[in-house]
């Protein structure tokens, strides 16, 4: 029954402790996965509670099976946003590789949750059958463990490079992508998962509340499963982002336009798409070319937003 509420892993580990659980955590690295639902409060505004709660509990379960299949463990819900854990309770040298499967294997299941709600008429509003999911990664070291008050408390994590993680997935939707990651979630994808996984860089950025540089990257696809159109699309984007931080404005104009054209999240449709990677990068040399960076620019946007 316990095992209902508190991740399977997390009882287990309770047990064969053989004592009561008590405050406190440790510190190890963890890969940790946040998830939101795109414009959430407008399914609130558009369902009754009760037919909300149905579609939420379909699309909890999927996500919840599929972090956990990929030997994640379920940190919390917090309304429809999914908040995991990937390297503990149980020790996992490859979490940010299983992170990553993780995320694809969600995208793909919420595309064809899609399908099916499209197949079932009028029973959902249009929003549903739109519904987009952005999730955010990050590899660090953190404190793990029970953690709240002498008599309740949660099992979940906590530190910078979580705080780092959250910051991934609010801040997808200012790069108009879904499932956006650090460099140190890729790096360490590569060093356990080989170069399986298909990454494309967005940047260097600064987030809100944050003084480090961060590079940022959106996690694509399987290499063996991405379109030869998707590879040209990141080829072109990576050229375009080298003219970009050597100022040469024009020529990352050019190449994004071009890019622009391949993305594989093309704008408007049925899709509810409004912005992809190299729409985004227009708009913002568009805006460097009316209001040139300081001469010490090195190429880093400050996020202005979480």
């Not at 053989?18 to 406190?24: C, D, K, Q, S």
Request: proline share 5%; charged share 25%.
């Amino acid at each position: 029954m316990l095992g209902s509420y508190v991740a399977p892993d997390v009882v287990e580990k309770l047990i064969n402790a053989g004592e009561p659980p008590h405050l406190g955590g440790i510190e190890t690295e963890i890969t940790a996965y946040f998830s939101d639902i795109q414009s959430f409060s407008t399914f609130s505004e558009k369902m009754p509670p009760n037919r909300l709660v149905e579609l939420m509990n379909e699309y909890l379960t999927a996500c919840t099976d599929i972090v956990q299949a990929e030997g994640g463990t379920l940190d919390k819900y917090i309304g429809d946003a999914v908040v995991a854990m990937f390297g503990a309770p149980a020790a996992q040298p490859d979490h940010a590789y299983h992170a990553c499967l993780a995320t694809l294997r969600v995208q793909k299941r919420l595309e064809e949750l899609r399908v099916k709600w499209k197949g079932e008429g009028d029973k959902w509003p249009e929003i549903v059958r739109r519904m987009r999911s952005r999730i955010g990664l990050n590899t660090g070291r953190c404190i793990v463990g029970n953690m709240g008050s002498r008599t309740r408390f949660n099992y979940t994590m906590m530190g910078d490079d979580v705080n780092l993680a959250a910051r991934m997935e609010s801040g997808a939707k200012s790069w108009g992508v879904y499932t956006m990651c650090t460099e140190a979630t890729k790096a360490a994808c590569l060093v356990h998962g080989g170069d399986r996984i298909l990454f494309r860089p967005l940047g260097r950025i600064v987030v809100k509340g944050r003084a480090k540089v961060t590079q940022i990257h959106e996690v694509i696809g399987l290499k063996e499963n991405t379109p030869d159109r998707t590879h040209e699309c990141i080829g072109l984007f990576e050229q375009a982002l080298t003219r970009y931080y050597a100022r040469d404005w024009s020529g990352a104009l050019a190449l994004f336009n071009r890019s622009a054209l391949l993305e594989p999240n093309q704008l408007g449709g049925d899709a509810g798409i409004s912005s992809n990677p190299s729409v985004v990068y227009l708009r913002i040399i568009e805006q460097y070319r009316a209001s040139p960076p300081t001469p010490d620019w090195d190429g880093v946007y400050v996020m202005s937003d979480k």
